[in-house]
């Protein structure tokens, strides 16, 4: 009964300890813990979204954005025409002034055409001697060939001569022969063998003659049938249309025609004016510039890519541009039509020279060429030199 004694004490006792109600937490404690836990709350919930947004730019990247490549190192360019002078002379009107824009074949500047228009009259005059030159020839042809004819007349006539000088030469012989036999006998008389003798020598030197004159015949008729192929050779084949000295004529009607056109100079597409240099009464020489043309709806960008994104860029793919000039507002869509045949710096006026020893890895860029929309750029224009961004899909083939 003893030991229960201090037993029973003991359970009483700690029974009333654990009755004894704990001393309450302060509030300020209470409002600290409140709030570190809503702090470990919001900042799983912000490491959440931070990797939900890695695991989703991870994944767009790898489904989309690593199918595109950009650059701002964009500029727009354009083939523009120099307008230069094919003629020389005074400038007497400029039709024209910088930023005016002008359509194809609009007058841009006349020069003075006094000494074109003289230079047309005078190659047109040539043209007309050219052409009766050739019809003088013609004729004389015609004149030659009656010429040749008459010769043949002339060789007739001078072989008949000779046929009858031939025949009082075989007379004349004959009578000589006949009286030389009979004068021994005394049957002719001296003075009559002198006489036949005199008779023969005539005839045979008629005879010379005779010959003599149609050789003389023979040649005039070689001399003139020479002249008629020569002339022939002229014309034969030809015609006041075809033959070379009246075309060579018409040339230089053609040229002078030209020339005097070219004192008026042309837009040669449609375009704006820029760079103008020309003023009224200036003498300009041919090739001088005196204004250059943009054409406005055939520009393209020179977009300078790095070349760690050109590995799957080809020609072809579709581009996206944007212009500093309208903003994102203003999308334009072209295409990669061609590459550079060298980075801007290999180009370059003084190029960087790398074994010097001293050099440093600096990231090249290499020039893309791409189309632009002409309806797109009609629709809102640029100029020459903007800056623009450009974005390649490379996805596409």
Known sequence: MADAEPAIHSARA????????????????????????????????????????????????????????????????????????????????????????????????????SDARIALAQAEADLARATRQFGQTSATSEALAAQVQAREADIARARAQVTAAQADFEKARIDLQR??????????????????????????????????????????????????????????????????EVLAARAKVEQAKLDLSRTVIRAPFDGVVTRRNVQVGQRVAPGAQLMLIVPLNQLYVDANFKEGQLARVKVGQPVELTSDLYGGDVTYHGRVVGFSGGTGSSFALIPAQNATGNWIKVVQRLPVRVALDPKELQAHPLRVGLSMDAEIDTSAK
Not at 105 to 112: E, F, K, P, R, T
Not at 203 to 221: I, K, Y
């Open 14 to 113: 700690d029974a009333d300890r654990t009755a004894t109600p704990a001393p309450a937490m302060p509030a300020a404690d209470v409002e600290d813990t409140r709030r570190s836990s809503l702090r470990k709350r919001l900042m799983l919930g912000i490491g959440g979204l931070v990797l939900l947004g890695g695991v989703g730019y991870g994944g767009y990247y790898a489904l989309v954005g690593s199918h595109y490549v950009s650059t701002d190192n964009a500029y727009v360019g354009a083939d523009s025409a120099s307008i230069t002078p094919m003629t020389g002379g005074q400038v007497l009107r400029v039709a024209v002034a910088d930023t005016q824009a002008v359509r194809k074949g609009d007058m841009l500047v006349q020069i003075d055409d």
């Open 179 to 244: 009286r030389q036999r009979l004068a021994p006998n005394g049957a002719v008389s001296g003075e009559e063998l002198t006489s036949a003798t005199n008779a023969f020598a005539a005839a045979r030197a008629n005879l010379e003659l005779a010959r003599a004159g149609l050789a003389q015949a023979n040649s005039t008729r070689v001399a003139a049938s020479g002249q008629l192929a020569a002339n022939d050779a002229l014309v034969r084949g030809t015609n006041a249309n075809t033959a070379p």
